[in-house]
Nanobody, 123 residues
Framework: QVQLVESGGGLVQPGGSLRLSCAAS????????MGWFRQAPGKEREYVAH????????DFADSVKGRFTISRDNAKNTVYLQMNSLKPEDTAVYYC????????????????WGQGTQVTVST
């Protein structure tokens, strides 16, 4: 059983930056593909980013491409989401998730989820 705990959310002004962290425990972290999703009030959970098991392969939703980066440190069992040039429409609860296989874009293929961290982009 893998436990995931996100941190780093908060309130930031438009154009600002935040770095989210997701610490994993209870499993072999390097065995898992990792993803970030987000859910805004009244909307469905949506895919944000993916990183492969070694960290060499990354992928992003079009809405965040060029502004967000994803990385992982397998020695620290942690995955990061660096968010730059934040916009009000980035406001959401951000979740990290781990999967063994399946589509990176489909939330249902992920086996473990964190509790989420709130990101609010506002003046």
């Amino acid at each position: 059983q893998v436990q995931l705990v996100e941190s780093g959310g908060g309130l930031v002004q438009p154009g600002g930056s935040l770095r989210l962290s997701c610490a994993a425990s209870g499993g072999t972290f390097s065995n898992y593909f990792m993803g970030w999703f987000r859910q805004a009030p009244g909307k469905e959970r949506e895919y944000v980013a993916h990183i492969g098991r070694s960290g060499a392969n990354t992928d992003f939703a079009d809405s965040v491409k060029g502004r967000f980066t994803i990385s992982r440190d397998n020695a620290k069992n942690t995955v990061y989401l660096q968010m730059n040039s934040l916009k009000p429409e980035d406001t959401a609860v951000y979740y990290c998730a781990a999967r063994v296989s399946g589509s990176r874009w489909n939330a249902q293929t992920y086996d473990y989820w964190g509790q989420g961290t709130q990101v609010t982009v506002s003046t």
